[in-house]
């Protein structure tokens, strides 16, 4: 690469640095903050028509105009906790070692 090139990389490497120090400035953890509804659909892992459907079910509450939207960080947290999917209930150790005992009879 010539110099000019690297100049450039430099450069550019150097504005994502302000971006990334300006940007972790910002972000909040105050559970009042207002969270922007793509912010928050971002940060559930979602789309932002989930998000949508869940401010129209209720099970979150709005702010802000409707084209610009914004969910309070705390109900967002609720929120992403009450889909938080539950462990399916499995077979005991008990009931495993009665299985491969009565498949050992049958092989056997």
Do not use: F, H
Not at 12 to 31: F, M, N, V
Not at 34 to 45: I, N, Q, T
Request: without cysteine; positive net charge.
């Amino acid at each position: 690469m010539n110099r000019a090139a690297l100049q450039a990389l430099a450069d550019a490497a150097d504005a994502l640095a302000r971006l990334a120090r300006a940007a972790a400035e910002e972000s909040t953890d105050d559970p009042v903050a207002l969270v922007p509804l793509v912010d928050a659909a971002r940060l559930a892992g979602t789309s932002v028509r989930v998000m949508r459907d869940a401010l129209r079910a209720g099970d979150l509450a709005a702010y802000g105009r409707q084209r610009d939207r914004s969910v309070r960080r705390a109900d967002l947290e609720r929120w992403i906790e009450s889909r938080r999917a539950k462990p399916a209930a499995g077979p005991d150790d008990v009931d495993i070692e009665r299985r491969v005992l009565r498949l050992a009879k049958r092989a056997g």
